[in-house]
């Protein structure tokens, strides 16, 4: 059964926490500043299903546009390349849209990264990343990410 919203048009507690979840994926997790070093470990790893073998990852920041079979694999990516900014936020745009169907849920998220390379170019990239979700015992884990630059909007 797919569920996204109650039956008087309100968000089901699972769907709100989902998207709260994202934010917090979103916005606390993928932040690097002098004041909060990136550890991609250290941030984001309750977020992802590390145990899994049928996980799958990948983002166009990649340089490289590696897709992953394995979240420690994706965290090395991000663990070299963001630690070597000076700066790394984001902020979402609206709110993630997220379905939920049995121990699944899918969710996609819009978000602006605003960041500060190395030797001190400020930009910008907007993202739009989509996640599939596995409830485990531990609570729901990112199994799935799909992350794909947009055009800025002016």
């Known amino acids: 059964m797919q569920h996204a919203v109650t039956e008087d048009g309100s968000k089901s507690g699972e769907v ?3 998207n709260d979840l994202t934010r917090e994926w979103v916005e606390i997790g993928w932040r690097h500043t002098l004041e909060e070093p990136f550890d991609f470990r250290e941030r984001l790893a309750r977020f992802y299903d ?3 073998g049928d996980t799958q990852f990948f983002d ?3 340089p ?3 897709v992953n079979t394995d979240v420690a694999q994706y965290a090395a990516i ?3 390349r963001i630690p070597s900014m000076q700066s790394l936020t984001n902020v979402t745009v609206g709110n993630p849209h997220t379905l939920v169907s049995g121990g ?3 969710t996609s998220v819009q978000f602006v990264t605003s ?3 190395a030797d001190g170019a400020v930009e910008q990239a907007q993202t739009l990343s989509s996640l599939v ?3 485990s015992p531990e609570g729901w884990r990112i199994i799935r990410e799909h992350g794909s630059g947009l055009a800025i909007r002016d």
Request: glycine share 0%; charged share 40%; no cysteine.
């Open 16 to 18: 709100r926490a989902l």
């Open 104 to 106: 699944l849920a899918v």
């Open 78 to 80: 991000w663990d070299t």
């Open 60 to 62: 166009d920041f990649d």
């Open 50 to 52: 590390w145990s899994s």
């Open 133 to 135: 979700w596995r409830r």
């Open 115 to 117: 960041y500060t390379t």
């Open 64 to 66: 490289k546009r590696r």
